[in-house]
């Protein structure tokens, strides 16, 4: 559905032989390894929904300039005017969240994967609903293929399932409040 530029294929190994050198971290601990990757893909996957989000919103506004309504631009229009207001500041609280949790994750902060689930979860969240509403400005154009918009709503869908779905980053943060 998107993402049409990444090539995805499945990998299998059968009896693979490795010399201990090879070890990432110590032997029987492989899941710290795995959990790091982890909060390093949400974080990453974050910085991305920010930018596919970002981009949506630039061409919600340059198109908004074009558009005219009743030879009126549509940029001038009120409720235009609102959601593009809306757009903008959760695209200023994602930054701020991804920007935060990064530096987080850099010092290797005590409960980081509280903070990169909490991150991914409303970042991926919030640019799915941005991508939305620029579709929704572009009216009937935006959903046509070969529009940017069109692509970026397709792009940004992945974003809440890969490296952990919204639902099993509630339940993680939900258990992070229970103990």
């Known amino acids: ?9 499945d990998i299998h190994f059968d009896n693979v032989k490795l010399h201990k050198s090879s070890l990432l971290g110590t032997e029987g601990k492989g899941i710290n390894v795995m959990m790091k990757s982890m909060e390093i893909m949400r974080i990453s996957n974050s910085a991305v929904a920010l930018g596919i989000a970002e981009r949506a919103f630039e061409e919600a506004v340059a198109y908004s300039k074009l558009r005219q309504v009743n030879s009126v631009p549509m940029y001038k229009l009120s409720t235009v005017q609102f959601e593009l207001a809306e757009m903008k500041a959760k695209l200023e609280l994602m930054r701020l969240a991804v ?21 991914k979860l409303k970042t991926t969240e919030y640019a799915k609903e941005i991508c939305d509403r620029a579709l929704q400005i572009f009216g009937g154009y935006g959903y046509v293929r070969g529009y940017t918009v069109e692509r970026l709503y397709r792009d940004v869908r992945i974003l809440s399932i890969i490296g952990g779905t919204s639902e099993s980053l509630k339940w993680s943060i939900f258990n992070s409040i229970i103990g």
């Open 1 to 9: 559905m998107g993402l049409q530029s990444l090539k995805i294929a």
């Open 99 to 119: 920007f935060y949790t990064s530096e987080l994750l850099d010092n290797n902060t005590p409960g980081i994967l509280n903070y990169v689930n909490t991150c």
